[in-house]
């Protein structure tokens, strides 16, 4: 037997032990059976190789071979990955369904890009060019959206001998480079080891926000670009829904989703649903700019892990090319609960509730494959790369260790509240337990770019919900009617705030998505009447009155106005200020 081929000894689920692989190294892919299932060896001791394998492992028995392939678990990175729906380990769904039918038989295997395919390469680079890693040889029209840039992969740095336009598949070689151990032929496609972070030039604080279009977010608990984020809550509590709105409406370039261990009607969801969004910032399908990886809650455990570092080295590549770039996890949770079984399977120590003792660890390599760059090249182009994570923790316990190794090394924290969803209040993110790391940053940002009085708007907003949860344990108590009339307007005011400005209907074509600019006049509407209604009653106007006035129906119905009418809002406003200075003092 050579050393290219071992042989199966053990089968304990997913985790199969094989002997005869002298020379094979950790996270080297593997063919397991005849089948030829895909594995990945994840220990090594003396002569047993420990493989988790991403395919069912029935049938697989001691004696049956396990053929090395020499290579890690890799991405091929190249055009085509744009529009594309991918497994855990980048086969492409389409092209096994049309191979196979709707159930993918074990080992099937298709390549990640269509080579079938023809992209017209357009050359920036000349002859006698000086190139290394990451320099841009030239540009593929991918798709409406994305300019997909030809890099010098890494590894390779010389003198272009030849470069062309041309037309051709993936593997059509579009330049030669000299290099100091010979001339190095560079085609459209590479391929990366998912485990390991590419290379950046430097990174740089994050300076700006991801525009989500989502209120609380936004408003008061903001994510920059390049920036990490976490959405934590109990079973239906809206973590996908939530997921699903910042997938479609986040201001990144490129967004990249990755179903981890869901649901599978979720995730049809999700397949069926982007084709048919349009992008707000284009009006062309959301799909021209989204790569998708699906791994259903009913596919190999195994695969789950893999499904996570595929997307984040499909991430980084379009981040290389100077996109500002999105990625959301749903769930994380999932993924832990993997590597919890396969930790199990290999007899580790367990660490707290049966979880890896690296699991923090292997959390954090994650979320710090996040931030923004000097990408590698010449041209110095700043890109970015935030990573959005959902967390399923168990009976909602927030405590639990896959949530507080997330928050370890996340910066914002949208706690979701099953209170605030069995109430209906949806994106159920509890304003009183979340907060963002990012908030100088942003109301930096919207000060300068939206309003000067951003930030004291979003301060004031947020203390009217703070005093109003004071005040809720006292009305608990004695009533409202036992209330100052001060604090029952501040009630009043705290109300309008929560059900008119944090509430959002994702599934309203006017309310799913609001810009900065409209968050901004919305609040502002809410603040005004507060402001305005606290002077009439110091002068003597009735309570109940400013409590009751008309022109307050209006409010509800703002968060419906269209984007292109600010007048409304001021008209809405002044409307109020008439209202007000219409009642009569005593």
Same mark, same amino acid.
């Given at each position: 037997?050579?050393?290219?081929?071992?042989?199966?000894?053990?089968?304990?689920?997913?985790?199969?032990?094989?002997?005869?692989?002298?020379?094979?190294?950790?996270?080297?892919?593997?063919?397991?059976?005849?089948?030829?299932?895909?594995?990945?060896?994840?220990?090594?001791?003396?002569?047993?190789?420990?493989?988790?394998?991403?395919?069912?492992?029935?049938?697989?028995?001691?004696?049956?071979?396990?053929?090395?392939?020499?290579?890690?678990?890799?991405?091929?990175?190249?055009?085509?990955?744009?529009?594309?729906?991918?497994?855990?380990?980048?086969?492409?769904?389409?092209?096994?369904?049309?191979?196979?039918?709707?159930?993918?038989?074990?080992?099937?295997?298709?390549?990640?890009?269509?080579?079938?395919?023809?992209?017209?390469?357009?050359?920036?680079?000349?002859?006698?060019?000086?190139?290394?890693?990451?320099?841009?040889? #030239?540009?593929?029209?991918?798709?409406?959206?994305?300019?997909?840039?030809?890099?010098?992969?890494?590894?390779?740095?010389?003198?272009?001998?030849?470069? #062309?336009?041309?037309?051709?598949?993936?593997?059509?070689?579009?330049?030669?480079?000299?290099?100091?151990?010979?001339?190095?032929?560079?085609?459209?496609?590479?391929?990366?080891?998912?485990?390991?972070?590419?290379?950046?030039?430097?990174?740089?604080?994050?300076?700006?926000?991801?525009?989500?279009?989502?209120?609380?977010?936004?408003?008061?608990?903001?994510?920059?670009?390049?920036?990490?984020?976490?959405?934590?809550?109990?079973?239906?509590?809206?973590?996908?829904?939530?997921?699903?709105?910042?997938?479609?409406?986040?201001?990144?370039?490129?967004?990249?989703?990755?179903?981890?261990?869901?649901?599978?009607?979720?995730?049809?969801?999700?397949?069926?649903?982007?084709?048919?969004?349009?992008?707000?910032?284009?009006?062309?399908?959301?799909?021209?700019?989204?790569?998708?990886?699906?791994?259903?809650?009913?596919?190999?455990?195994?695969?789950?892990?893999?499904?996570?570092?595929?997307?984040?080295?499909?991430?980084?590549?379009?981040?290389?090319?100077?996109?500002?770039?999105?990625?959301?996890?749903?769930?994380?949770?999932?993924?832990?609960?993997?590597?919890?079984?396969?930790?199990?399977?290999?007899?580790?120590?367990?660490?707290?509730?049966?979880?890896?003792?690296?699991?923090?660890?292997?959390?954090?390599?994650?979320?710090?494959?996040?931030?923004?760059?000097?990408?590698?090249?010449?041209?110095?182009?700043?890109?970015?790369?935030?990573?959005?994570?959902?967390?399923?923790?168990?009976?909602?316990?927030?405590?639990?260790?896959?949530?507080?190794?997330?928050?370890?090394?996340?910066?914002?924290?949208?706690?979701?509240?099953?209170?605030?969803? /069995?109430?209906?209040?949806?994106?159920?993110?509890?304003?009183?337990?979340? /907060?963002?790391? /990012?908030?100088?940053?942003?109301?930096?940002?919207?000060?300068?770019?939206?309003?000067?009085?951003?930030?004291?708007?979003?301060?004031?907003?947020?203390?009217?919900?703070?005093?109003?949860?004071?005040?809720?344990?006292?009305?608990?108590?004695?009533?409202?009617?036992?209330?100052?009339?001060?604090?029952?307007?501040?009630?009043?005011?705290?109300?309008?705030?929560?059900?008119?400005?944090?509430?959002?209907?994702?599934?309203?074509?006017?309310?799913?998505?609001?810009?900065?600019?409209?968050?901004?006049?919305?609040?502002?509407?809410?603040?005004?009447?507060?402001?305005?209604?606290?002077?009439?009653?110091?002068?003597?106007?009735?309570?109940?009155?400013?409590?009751?006035?008309?022109?307050?129906?209006?409010?509800?119905?703002?968060?419906?106005?269209?984007?292109?009418?600010?007048?409304?809002?001021?008209?809405?406003?002044?409307?109020?200020?008439?209202?007000?200075?219409?009642?009569?003092?005593?």
């Amino acid at each position: 037997m050579s050393n290219n081929q071992g042989e199966v000894v053990k089968v304990s689920g997913p985790l199969v032990v094989a002997k005869g692989l002298a020379g094979a190294r950790m996270y080297e892919m593997v063919r397991v059976g005849e089948a030829g299932l895909f594995g990945e060896i994840i220990e090594i001791r003396g002569n047993d190789y420990s493989i988790q394998v991403y395919e069912e492992t029935e049938g697989i028995g001691p004696g049956q071979p396990v053929v090395r392939t020499g290579e890690a678990l890799s991405v091929e990175l190249g055009p085509g990955l744009i529009r594309s729906i991918y497994d855990g380990v980048q086969r492409p769904l389409d092209a096994l369904a049309k191979d196979f039918g709707d159930f993918i038989e074990r080992g099937a295997f298709s390549a990640a890009l269509n080579r079938d395919a023809t992209w017209e390469f357009k050359p920036l680079a000349a002859v006698g060019d000086a190139v290394s890693p990451g320099d841009v040889l #030239g540009t593929v029209q991918e798709s409406k959206l994305v300019l997909h840039k030809i890099m010098v992969p890494a590894g390779i740095s010389g003198t272009v001998k030849k470069i #062309g336009p041309m037309t051709g598949n993936v593997e059509t070689e579009v330049a030669v480079i000299d290099t100091s151990s010979g001339p190095a032929p560079v085609t459209m496609v590479q391929r990366w080891p998912v485990r390991q972070p590419r290379g950046v030039a430097r990174k740089l604080p994050p300076n700006e926000p991801l525009i989500t279009g989502q209120r609380v977010i936004d408003m008061f608990f903001p994510i920059a670009k390049g920036g990490t984020a976490c959405v934590p809550g109990p079973f239906g509590s809206g973590k996908t829904v939530v997921q699903h709105q910042l997938a479609k409406w986040a201001d990144a370039q490129i967004v990249v989703y990755v179903g981890c261990g869901e649901r599978g009607n979720e995730m049809t969801d999700v397949l069926m649903e982007f084709p048919h969004l349009k992008d707000p910032a284009s009006g062309e399908p959301l799909m021209e700019r989204t790569v998708l990886v699906a791994n259903t809650s009913n596919m190999p455990v195994a695969a789950r892990e893999a499904s996570v570092f595929t997307g984040i080295a499909i991430a980084e590549y379009f981040r290389d090319m100077g996109y500002s770039v999105a990625l959301m996890a749903d769930s994380t949770s999932r993924w832990a609960e993997a590597m919890r079984e396969i930790s199990g399977r290999l007899e580790e120590m367990p660490g707290e509730e049966g979880y890896p003792a690296y699991l923090g660890s292997r959390i954090a390599s994650f979320y710090e494959r996040s931030g923004k760059v000097v990408c590698l090249g010449k041209d110095g182009r700043e890109a970015s790369l935030s990573l959005i994570g959902a967390v399923s923790p168990a009976g909602g316990d927030m405590s639990e260790p896959v949530t507080q190794a997330t928050l370890r090394v996340v910066k914002v924290y949208w706690g979701l509240d099953a209170n605030l969803a /069995y109430a209906r209040h949806f994106p159920a993110i509890n304003w009183l337990s979340s /907060y963002s790391l /990012y908030q100088n940053v942003v109301d930096a940002y919207a000060n300068r770019e939206v309003a000067p009085a951003w930030e004291s708007d979003r301060k004031q907003a947020m203390t009217l919900l703070q005093r109003e949860a004071e005040l809720d344990e006292l009305v608990r108590l004695v009533g409202i009617d036992a209330l100052a009339a001060e604090d029952r307007l501040l009630m009043q005011a705290a109300k309008m705030v929560r059900e008119d400005f944090l509430h959002q209907n994702a599934f309203d074509d006017r309310d799913t998505y609001t810009s900065l600019k409209k968050q901004n006049l919305l609040l502002k509407v809410i603040l005004d009447y507060y402001t305005q209604a606290r002077k009439a009653l110091s002068e003597g106007a009735s309570l109940n009155a400013l409590l009751n006035l008309h022109a307050l129906e209006n409010v509800a119905r703002a968060k419906l106005i269209p984007e292109n009418a600010p007048n409304e809002f001021t008209q809405l406003q002044s409307n109020i200020a008439d209202a007000i200075q219409a009642l009569p003092r005593y």
